[in-house]
């Protein structure tokens, strides 16, 4: 939607395809329990939008066509323990790093953050841009000048580490690893997943200046929003249309077909798609080794999604919840760890980390007055088939559950979209991977997608990919489009 309205705005001729009867892919919202409650159906969490630069490029036009966010200036987000224990984030890093136990820990997580803010222009450079170019030399020479050798080195051994292993090396205290260790399953890793080490002081510090900023009405007003965008610009959207195959002619894309329909591109064609889609079924013909290593591409452990209607807000046993956003109900490295052994080795966990989104207490349109919601996410789910509605209920069930142990709730509805359904509605997730593939280290940054495709221009010419399965990876900051988008504008 990103490359489509910069590409329009560029002057472009541009049609959008989409096999849904809307579009947005994972953003939408309705009235998925009870008349008067609004859930974000998907996604929910936007700073990644807001803190991207496909946000400072389109973020007046959207706002123009009725885009609003709400967010929190107070507590960001929090972490309750089995034994009641809780931990809070708030968006000043002094006030977070206060609350913890030993003051040296409360300063070494406001160095990690200022060493990260040294060098956070140059790493959004990096993830913004095209690894695989002459561009990166450049920035990895800006990165050694500011950060030395030494420097440059420690976010080496950063990358190499997980996050577990990361907050028991830099803290006394258990603090960092219970508030930011769950927050890794948001960027579809594991407490022991390599790389986590570099990304919790990312995430924090991403929560600590953006926040969690939610769309005002829920997210399906960002789509109107994108909708109102394109009919001034003239994109012509044509939703209910899947598309089964890129046109190659002489080695060029210039078109796709769907449903016998074709479509023709004189310029590019952005196929939004998995790499297994890609080199698997939509194009007729690829160099074996791309073919081979897009059959070997892995996808990443499933997600769920429960929404819970409430006759009243939560009452949380700690008060202080009652107001924090997103909670993570985990243990920290040690429970969430456990949970994602069990859901990668195909099993429900026992002790689930459940996100409890509260996005009421942002935005008061989302419920009936008085009452409450909660968006529920469990990402330590076993990847692929086996999965009935029975069982997503009672997984379901056990989460609420697990809310239940630690705050009053009166339920009035509960709907369930389990990993089969995530996979049905958007054929991206494959067997419920709501991040288009495993983003662990060996399939991240150069070698995402593929080793021999690991950047947005394909082996066709014309033809370039771009999704959450192409770097930078998944979530709503639609890096890839907008890197995609800017390169096209510019030839
Ligand atoms: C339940 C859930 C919660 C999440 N929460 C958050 C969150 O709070 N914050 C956050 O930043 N991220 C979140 N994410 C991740 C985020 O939603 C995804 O990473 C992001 O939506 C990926 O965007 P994308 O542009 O790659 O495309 P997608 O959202 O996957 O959309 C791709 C679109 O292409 C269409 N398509 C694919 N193939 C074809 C074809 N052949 N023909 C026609 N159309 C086709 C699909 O139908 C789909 O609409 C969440 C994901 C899930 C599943």
Redesign the pocket.
Known sequence: ??AAAELARAGWKVVL????PD?????ASGERTLAGYTH??????????VSGPAYASLGEDLARHGLEYRNTDDVVTASVAEDGAVTLAYRDPEATAAGFANPVDGQAYLDALERFGRSAPVIGEMMGSELRSIGLVRNLARFLKSNGRRGSEEWLRELATSGRSYCAREFTGTEVDHLWVPWLL?AGLSPDHASGGFLLPVLAATMHGFGLPVVAGGSANLIKAFRGLFDELGVDVHAD????RIVVERGRAVG?E?GGHRFDARRAVL????PT?LYGS?LSESPSRLRTQASRYRYGRG???VHVALSAPPKWRDPRLNKVPLVHISDGSSSTGIACAEAEAGLLPSRPTVVV?QQFLLDSSRVPPGAGALWL?LQEVPYGAGWTPELARAHAQRAIDRVAAHAELDVLAVDV?SPAD?AD?????VGGD???GSSELDQSFLWRPLPDAGRHRTHVKGLWH?????HP??????G??HLVATTLKRS
């Open positions: 939607m990103v395809l989409e096999r849904n579009i947005g892919g994972f953003i974000d159906t998907f996604s929910s969490w936007h700073p990644l939008f948001h249309t899947d598309v089964d796709v769907a196929a939004s798609v998995t889609a939509l997600e769920m999604q989104g996410q979209i995530l509605y958007n054929v991206n997730a709501p991040y288009g771009i999704g959450a399965s192409t990876g998944a979530g709503l900051g639609a890839s489009g």
